[in-house]
């Protein structure tokens, strides 16, 4: 598989784009017509860097309004072709994308697009290079892809192929399986993208809302399904029109588009056994288990306050770690990790953000399996020195430059506990309050992150997204998207800030960085958790009582039960399917907090409906900002 990516992906100069697709692996670089023209260099010189990073141009691009057009309109079409060949030879590549007509002067007639493309080939031929011809979505008289192969057809030229995109067949709803019937080798290159499902202009949608595969919500795997059925054997390029890109890092996006194009041509060799796919064969994606434990770095003085609010949700300390400053506390399957190291990765995180949630620990069914798909799909490898009675646990940095930990039960590191912790009686151990197991983990991060990691937890685990969700704070915009598995067991909620003011914002402000922000634990009978977390002396955040006059009038819930809900401060959900009932601790240091949750047995949501009001409840118990003096 030759993978390549437009210059028109990510942001930067040329030089700099270029040296961040060689960085992500590429193999190839489409170059956009506008970005070479805004560089102070010769196309020779730019063919020079090309090669100096081990990089070849697959692609000069675009060539616009060509074919169809009237004289002398179209004597000048084939003028400004010559040019374009010319810079071609020099930049050296061999093909160049022609797009269909958008001009008002196009005619249509499908034999004479044949006829000039011919005639360009012809010309093409003469400079020993190739011309793709692309339906454009929005095409004047061309915008099917079912079009544009017939118009090649007729033109019969061997240096005449067609272009194939994802997005300008997917977003007008064609049946990619149409594809199948194209010769693989009239094929000259394919072009992926994939996008959010959004009602609007088609040119709009295009220029601005385009994401990597695997981002968004178009049938991309099955659009390869039928590239491959067609033995094309050229280059798979990524070409993003996105807002949020342009302006990201030119290295972190060129990572994503790497990471996409391995993840989907995966997906593909899975899906398409019977055909020879030159891919890489990956380890499958990963099936979670569950939350093995979440581990918090943190100082002496911090940590006696954090395993203070633990008690009060019922947690007891169970284990001390035989060598290291680190504590376990447990209630059911829930375990919560303290690290007090004053070296290594936990005290370099507390540095950082303070006391912070930073690693996570997942149950999977192969750790080893699960860090070599990861490393394949270009995460970073995480380890460190192992002293003794100490286990080598995989892992690979995550959000915020956290770290993930995998464990799994066919090695010893299903015994992690009795390997590397003793026993320990807690004498300051409180009421159990009935917490069984993580419900979700809540990851809190700039909105132009969100994008990245919905990628990377997709292409590495058995896991999908929700729809996005706009949570509506007093200060802002929060987006909100899922990424959970179907039993459950891994339920990720992401959430992305993009303004400062709001709560969201506020922590990442904070905390320096974006990281774990809150920890919900399932119960069985919520009612009776926030009995014994009273009686534990813990205080939940408290809801304002307009919510539970307006939940009774929106829901009609009968007065004994609003009285309860009010009491405990619960809030409350439903939808077809079952109940939903949500309870809150007050804010721990800078925003971070607790959730208990019990959930009706079809119930999938997160309380959306609810989350303005906690977080207006949480903004009223923030100390306020310090603002410094003028």
């Not at 290159?189 to 595969?213: K, N």
């Not at 430059?401 to 590191?413: A, Q, T």
């Not at 807690?426 to 994008?451: I, K, W």
Request: one cysteine or more.
């Amino acid at each position: 598989m030759r993978t390549s990516i437009a210059t028109v992906s990510i942001s930067g100069d040329l030089r700099e784009k270029l040296e961040a697709i060689a960085a992500a692996g590429f193999d190839g670089v489409e170059i956009f017509e506008n970005d070479f023209l805004a560089y102070d260099r010769s196309p020779r010189d730019v063919a020079r860097m090309v090669a100096d990073l081990g990089l070849t141009i697959t692609l000069f691009q675009p060539f616009r309004d060509f074919e169809g057009l009237p004289e002398p309109q179209r004597s000048q079409a084939f003028e400004r072709a010559e040019r374009k060949f010319d810079l071609m030879a020099e930049l050296g590549t061999d093909l160049m994308l022609v797009c269909s007509n958008v001009s008002p002067l196009a005619l249509g007639g499908i034999d004479r697009a044949a006829d000039d493309l011919r005639a360009l080939g012809e010309r093409a031929a003469r400079h020993g290079l190739r011309v793709g011809y692309e339906a454009l979505a929005w095409g004047r008289h061309v915008n099917d892809h079912r079009d544009a192969w017939e118009i090649v057809r007729r033109a019969d030229h061997a240096n005449i192929g067609i272009i194939l995109d994802s997005f300008h067949t997917l977003s007008r709803g064609l049946d990619p399986n149409s594809i199948r019937s194209i010769p693989g080798d009239k094929i000259f290159i394919v072009q992926l993208a994939d996008a959010p499902l959004i009602d609007m202009d088609l040119l709009y949608w295009s220029r601005h809302f385009r994401s990597m595969p695997g981002e968004g919500d178009l049938a991309v795997t099955d659009f390869m399904r039928a590239v491959a059925a067609t033995g094309y054997d050229g280059p798979i390029s990524l070409e993003i029109f996105n807002d949020q890109f342009r302006s990201g890092s030119p290295r972190t996006i060129a990572a994503d588009g790497h990471r996409s194009l391995v993840y989907l041509m995966d997906q593909v060799r899975i899906a398409e056994p019977d055909i020879a796919i030159d891919v890489p064969v990956l380890p499958p994606r990963v099936d979670v288990q569950g939350v093995a434990f979440v581990e918090f770095a943190a100082d002496e003085a911090e940590a006696e306050t954090l395993a203070g609010h633990l008690r009060q949700l019922g947690f007891r300390l169970t284990g001390r770690h035989r060598s290291k400053a680190v504590d376990r506390f447990s209630q059911g399957d829930i375990n919560i990790v303290i690290n007090t190291e004053r070296e290594g990765l936990a005290h370099s995180a507390y540095l950082t953000h303070g006391t912070s949630a930073y690693a996570l620990g997942l149950m999977v069914d192969d750790a080893a399996a699960t860090v070599q798909r990861a490393g394949a799909l270009g995460a970073q490898l995480f380890s460190q020195r192992v002293g003794p009675d100490q286990l080598s646990i995989p892992a690979v940095r995550g959000i915020g430059g956290g770290v993930i930990y995998f464990l799994d039960e066919k090695s010893p590191l299903g015994r992690v506990w009795d390997i590397e912790f003793e026993v320990v009686d807690d004498p300051q151990q409180r009421s159990d309050a009935g917490l069984r197991r993580v419900d979700h983990v809540a990851q809190t991060m700039n909105y132009e992150e969100m994008l990245t990691w919905i990628l990377f937890y997709r292409s590495i685990f058995v896991a999908e997204k929700s729809p996005m969700v706009d949570v509506v704070d007093p200060s802002g915009l929060v987006r909100s998207q899922v990424i959970e598995n179907a039993s459950g067991s891994l339920r990720l909620t992401l959430n992305g800030a993009e303004s400062h003011r709001t709560l969201a914002g506020r922590f990442i402000a904070e905390t320096f960085g974006s990281s774990i922000q809150h920890l919900a634990f399932a119960s069985d009978d919520i009612f009776a958790t926030a009995d014994a977390l009273r009686r534990n002396g813990m205080k939940t955040l408290e809801i304002s009582p307009n919510y539970y006059d307006d939940l009774q009038a929106r829901l009609g819930i009968e007065a004994d039960m609003l009285d309860r809900l009010r009491a405990a401060n619960i809030l409350y959900d439903r939808d077809a399917e079952g109940e939903f009932f949500q309870l809150y601790s007050t804010n721990v240091g800078e925003g971070f907090f607790f959730e208990i949750v019990q959930r009706g047995a079809g119930y999938r949501g997160y309380g959306a409906l609810n989350a303005p009001f906690r977080i207006a409840a949480q903004k009223r118990a923030l100390a306020p900002l310090s603002v410094p003096e003028v």
